[in-house]
């Protein structure tokens, strides 16, 4: 079986919350095909600066079992991109796996799928979703969060060790081993490791 990986890119996301993730999953070749998705297809600036192209538009994006969601200094705006987050509402719903990096998670939560549920986000940045959506069960000390189908990350890099446990789950260990030694990656297999919860003193 070949997933379909959808991969959200919106005007200032963050470079590493994609493309972390994304050198996971494109390395399981025949198992996952990624494809990227904006508001139009064309190239997206990055918040780094760096240009990257959607290869679809909201309107002729094929049908996704995987989403993932970036973060980044434009997720503020995008959370009122109507028409985005209606989108992400949607084919949320009917994806079998959904995943957020860093304040990507404010994203998903605009949906209201979130409503009820355990996430987290970046610790550096945590106030924001926790006091914009608060039907949300914040978790303020997580590397990532599984609710159902639902995977919520903490900062950029989080995003690597989040994919690598969804790959353990839908691949298995094993596989999701290899993927980590194989790019020479420090897997932190633990959900709840995380030391930046104390850095921005929110344990």
């Not at 904006?38 to 049908?63: F, I, M, N, W, Y």
């Not at 009820?116 to 006091?131: I, L, M, V």
């Not at 995977?151 to 060790?161: E, L, P, Q």
């Not at 081993?177 to 490791?193: I, K, M, S, V």
């Amino acid at each position: 079986m070949t997933r379909t990986l959808g991969v959200v890119l919106y005007p200032d996301f963050e470079l590493l919350d994609n493309f972390g993730p994304m050198e996971m999953f494109g390395n399981m070749q025949g198992a996952v095909e990624m494809v990227t998705v904006a508001s139009e297809s064309g190239l997206v600036k990055s918040a780094q600066g760096t240009r990257v192209h959607a290869e679809h538009g909201l309107d002729d994006c094929p049908k996704l079992d995987m989403i993932l969601v970036p973060g980044g200094m434009g997720t503020r705006a995008a959370v009122d991109d109507v028409r985005l987050v209606d989108w992400l509402r949607r084919r949320s719903n009917d994806a079998e796996i959904v995943m957020t990096v860093c304040t990507g998670s404010g994203l998903l939560a605009q949906t209201g799928l979130l409503d009820g549920r355990r996430a987290t986000t970046n610790k550096a940045f945590f106030t924001w979703p926790e006091t914009t959506w608060p039907k949300v069960n914040w978790v303020r000390e997580a590397r990532w969060v599984e609710e159902g189908k639902y995977w919520t990350s903490s900062g950029v890099s989080a995003g690597i060790d989040m994919a690598l446990a969804v790959i353990a789950r839908i691949a298995g260990q094993e596989i999701a081993e290899l993927l980590a030694t194989g790019t020479e990656y420090e897997w932190h297999r633990d959900a709840a490791w995380d030391p930046f919860a104390r850095v921005h003193n929110l344990v």
